[in-house]
């Protein structure tokens, strides 16, 4: 029949493949019907393989199975199955690990002495004891022949010098090295004193020379090869006194004239004699304007002692000037001279040598006389016609005759306008009066309203009140200016009833308009139609925001911050926001050249991290603002991440979140945020270690500072760089002469939590700075929870020395706590270096429970609330990641504080700034951004809302956060407009 056979020993007729005749295969069914599971199979033992590193681990259990099962493996031999570097076989290192599960750690590797080297110059301490390792020790080297560690010019590879030290490490001081004789030189002129003990030395001896030739060791002129003078001294120590010096003829030079008298006895000498000089050419050695250099004068005197008197001058012929006015009589006698002759004159041109106004060359005037000599009286002079000026008022009558005269006529005037010579009064020049006659002679009268036009009070109320003076028919009355009318408001009586502005109520009455800086007084003013009364003010502009106490934009709220200018950085909800500087100048510091050069700011970056999109790079400008897109770094997940500046890159490290027990780095290239090289697994403890709160902060050159907590163990710090070695990055330990990286427990405390805060003394807020030798060690200040209720302070150097004594920043008691402290680097007033610290207190214990946040600073040491107010929204929750930056004037605190409202967006940004002693501004209020609604979601200036992540840098006045959660999500950047 179809469908059916002739024997039924399918033990599962719903699948082919399973039937008696099947083959027995590894898959928990009994394929051939045999009535066993897998039977007749190898089966294996199978163990956990937890790093993947194909050995199980040792002491778990097993697991049987006929294939493969995944994540184990069929041996148990893996002495460490957290780490996929330890495991059998594995390679030993030099790291104090058992590597290859063999019971040993370090076996089979060479171990040596080491000694210090403090002076670096590669010889240890004669006196240190020994350190034995597998691997160099960084300061130390494997001898100890160094006499002087302190000196790294003296050391057994030294040549002995002579300087009165054991240079080479002998016991030996300028052994081997010649000796001469040095002798006393007093006057330091290069030559010993005659006589003087000599002294045996190898080297210069100050205040002696290898001669004893100086004849006067007082004198530093007097020495061998000094040249002779005329002095009666023997200057050259030849034993004889002004040997060789030459002399000549002195003369008599009574007027000191340089010019020896002639005739005078001569005196013979080496040297000058007062009162004498080489030559006698003075023809007069009594007055010493006379002498042969001298200029010849009209003085009939041989002035140059040339035998001649007055040679070689110009003569003149001189006439008399009696009255002085520059011209000679005409017809004077003359006088021949080679000087001026006083009275005299050299022309004989003035007709009237007895007035001194008649002279060539004088102005003709009407006079009747010939004033300027050219024969003629009153010459060229022109005339007019005088009228006569009966009443003296300046005017001449119309009607009188007229006499032609070059000057005035007595009784006379040169016009003829006066309309009534018998009246002064009357005039062309007179006022016109209010009297009916033409009293200015125009031929009208009483024109232009004389005496009228002022104005006068009629007697009357309001605008009728006021009239003009008006003349009329000869003499001057009041005209009212304006009728009654209709009254309006316009501060008028306009119905002249006597009462102003009648009629409209509340006009006078205080008024004001606007409120905040745009708040204006006034009163009540009649308006603009004059129909009734409107505030003489209105409401001012609003000013720019500031953190002044002063509501600035006018919404009755005072100082709130505004955020403006968002801009999206990415639509990642990052759960990790860190900003940082970036200062570059080519070839300066801060490019890597050490010692030299200018630190400029160039602007900054951010890194950002969140789960398995890992970290990410974005460049800022000079203003805060990002430049170009973001970078993706690494696509591994971190719990921590922190970065800084080292050079022209930044080193960006995190905690590996797959365990949490080591750290990875990473140089990132600060332009592009392209990753240049990385250095995995780094720090790893002993033991299985917990490691977090991890802070970076930036040294001298491309040097950076790690600081981390590792659980049950404390706070460990280290320094690394950033190196080039021929042409390739990498990151290595400080100098980059070593490739091996260590950190220093530079804070020993099994009880400390979670949270540190870290800062360097590098001055973040001015746009240049000087670099300073990488030599240098920058303080670094450090602040932790040693417990849950205590928070330390203290200052160490980047390496790790000179640490000071650690300082109780704050201590509560339970059930309070204090989490999440933040450290920044500020100079005070005095440019003394300081640092601010801020952190967080809870308190679950208080009847509502609540959180706040608090601060202290190295020059005030006592705690400050930075906030006035607990926040309670979110319990001992409600205040989270505190993050400090400082300016040159102040300190810029930021928090996210929990705000519980209807809205979806559930934190807010809280700000506060403080000057430099720690006094908020402003003192009395808090400082929030408002929390926003749900309903936003295109606009993102309001997305201040909800955090996942955020941070700030004062300088850029910048907020960097991430919402996530609810929409909109994302990163963005705000300027921050006030606090």
Avoid at 12 to 21: A, E
Avoid at 496 to 514: I, K, R, V, Y
Avoid at 515 to 523: A, I, K, M, P, S
Avoid at 529 to 536: A, H, K, N
Wanted: aromatic share 6%; net charge negative.
């Amino acid at each position: 029949m179809p469908g059916k056979v002739t024997n039924a020993n399918d033990c599962n007729d719903m699948s082919p493949s399973v039937k008696p005749t099947a083959t027995e295969v590894c898959n928990g069914i009994d394929d051939n019907c045999a009535g066993g599971v897998d039977d007749g199979l190898t089966f294996s033992n199978y163990y956990v393989d937890g790093d993947g590193d194909g050995f199980g681990a040792s002491g778990s259990m097993a697991q049987s199975a006929c294939s493969p099962v995944s994540g184990r493996v069929t041996n148990a031999t893996d002495c460490n199955d957290a780490n996929p570097a330890v495991k059998p076989m594995a390679p030993e290192t030099c790291n104090g690990v058992d590597d290859d599960c063999d019971m040993q750690t370090d076996e089979g590797l060479t171990f040596v002495n080491y000694y210090p080297d403090a002076d670096g110059d590669s010889y240890g301490s004669s006196s240190a004891s020994a350190q034995s390792s597998c691997t160099p020790i960084s300061g130390r080297v494997t001898n100890n022949g160094d006499c002087n560690d302190a000196n790294a010019s003296i050391n057994p590879g030294r040549t002995e010098v002579c300087n009165q030290v054991d240079d080479d490490c002998d016991i030996q001081t300028d052994e081997g090295l010649a000796t001469q004789n040095y002798y006393v030189d007093l006057d330091s002129d290069g030559y010993g004193a005659m006589g003087s003990t000599p002294q045996a030395s190898c080297g210069a001896v100050p205040g002696r020379v290898l001669n004893n030739t100086d004849c006067n060791d007082n004198n530093s002129m007097v020495r061998p090869n000094a040249a002779e003078l005329c002095n009666g001294v023997d200057d050259n120590c030849d034993m004889a006194i002004d040997n060789g010096v030459m002399t000549q003829n002195y003369y008599v030079d009574s007027d000191s004239d340089g010019f020896g008298a002639a005739g005078s006895v001569p005196q013979s000498s080496c040297s000058a004699i007062a009162g004498r000089v080489t030559n006698n050419s003075d023809c007069n050695d009594m007055n010493s304007a006379i002498r042969p250099t001298a200029t010849e004068i009209c003085n009939m005197v041989d002035d140059d002692c040339d035998m001649q008197t007055d040679e070689g001058l110009t003569f003149l012929t001189y006439y008399p000037d009696v009255d002085g006015d520059g011209y000679g009589a005409a017809g004077g006698t003359p006088q021949s001279s080679c000087s001026a002759v006083p009275g005299k004159v050299t022309n004989n041109s003035d007709c009237n040598d007895a007035n001194i106004n008649v002279r060539p060359g004088a102005t003709e005037i009407c006079n009747g006389i010939d004033d300027n000599c050219v024969g003629g009286i009153d010459n060229g002079l022109p005339t007019q016609n005088y009228y006569t000026d009966a009443d003296t008022d300046g005017f001449g009558a119309t009607t009188s005759g007229a006499v032609v005269s070059c000057g005035p006529v007595s009784g006379r005037v040169a016009n003829n306008t006066d309309c009534n010579d018998g009246n002064s009064a009357i005039k062309p020049t007179a006022s016109e009066l209010c009297n009916n006659v033409d009293d200015n002679c125009n031929g009208s009268t009483d024109e232009g309203n004389p005496g009228g036009g002022g104005a006068c009070s009629t007697g009357q109320s309001g605008v009728c009140a006021a009239g003009t003076l008006t003349c009329a028919s000869g003499s001057v009355s009041c005209v009212r200016n304006t009728n009654p009318t209709s009254e309006t408001c316009n501060g008028l009586d306009d119905n002249c009833n006597g009462t102003t502005d009648d009629g409209f109520a509340g006009l006078g009455a205080a008024c004001s308009a606007g409120q905040g800086v745009c708040l204006r007084n006034g009163t009540n003013v009649c308006n603009p139609g004059g129909t009734g009364v409107v505030c003489s003010v209105t409401a001012g502009n609003p000013t720019a925001s500031a953190c002044d106490g002063l509501d600035n934009d006018c919404d009755g709220i005072t100082d709130e911050p505004v955020l403006s200018a968002t801009t999206n950085v990415s639509t990642t909800a990052f759960q990790d926001i860190e900003v940082k500087p970036y200062y570059f100048s080519a070839g300066s510091c801060a490019g890597g050249a050490n010692g030299s050069g200018t630190d400029a700011l160039a602007g900054g970056a951010l890194l950002m991290s969140v789960g398995a999109t890992g970290i990410t790079y974005q460049r800022l400008d000079t203003a805060g603002q990002p430049v170009g897109s973001s970078t993706q770094v690494t696509s591994l997940s971190y719990s921590d991440v922190d970065f800084a500046q080292a050079g022209d890159g930044f080193i960006a490290a995190g905690i590996w979140s797959f365990n949490n027990t080591e750290i990875d780095l990473y140089y990132v290239d600060a332009a592009t945020g392209a990753q240049r090289t990385f250095r995995y697994t780094q720090f790893v403890g002993t033991g299985t270690p917990i490691l977090d709160s991890l802070r970076i902060v930036r040294g001298n050159g491309r040097r950076v500072v790690l600081v981390w907590r590792e659980n049950g163990v404390g706070i460990r710090m280290a320094q690394v760089e950033a190196c080039n070695i021929s042409g390739s990055w990498e990151i290595r330990a400080p100098g980059c002469a070593s490739t091996t990286l260590s950190s220093t427990l530079i804070s020993p405390s099994t009880t400390a939590v979670p949270g540190i805060g870290a800062d360097s003394a590098h001055v973040e807020w001015t746009s240049s700075q000087s670099c300073v030798s990488t030599a240098t060690q920058r303080r670094i200040a450090i602040s932790y929870l040693t417990t849950a209720t205590s928070l330390n302070f203290f200052r160490v150097n980047e390496n790790g020395g000179s640490k000071e004594t650690e300082l109780s920043v704050y201590t509560v008691s339970a059930p309070r706590t204090l989490t999440e402290p933040d450290v920044t680097f500020f100079r005070d007033g005095a440019s003394a270096d300081q640092f601010f610290v801020a952190y967080v207190t809870k308190d679950p214990g208080a009847t509502t429970p609540e959180a706040d946040l608090n601060y202290w600073l190295t020059n005030d040491q006592s705690w400050h609330y930075a906030y006035l107010a607990y926040a309670t929204d979110n319990g001992a929750n409600s205040i989270a990641r505190p993050r400090t930056s400082a300016t040159a004037t102040g300190i810029t605190m930021s928090a996210i504080r929990w705000v519980a409202d209807a809205s979806t967006f559930k934190k807010q940004v809280m700000t506060r700034v403080t000057d430099l002693l720690g006094n908020r501004t402003p003192l009395g209020s808090t400082v929030e951004i408002p929390v926003t609604s749900g309903s936003c979601v295109s606009d993102p200036a309001c997305r201040p809302g909800d955090k996942a992540a955020f941070t700030n840098w004062a300088p850029f006045s910048m907020l960097y956060y991430a919402g996530s959660g609810s929409t909109p999500s994302g990163s963005f950047a705000s300027t921050l407009t006030c606090n």
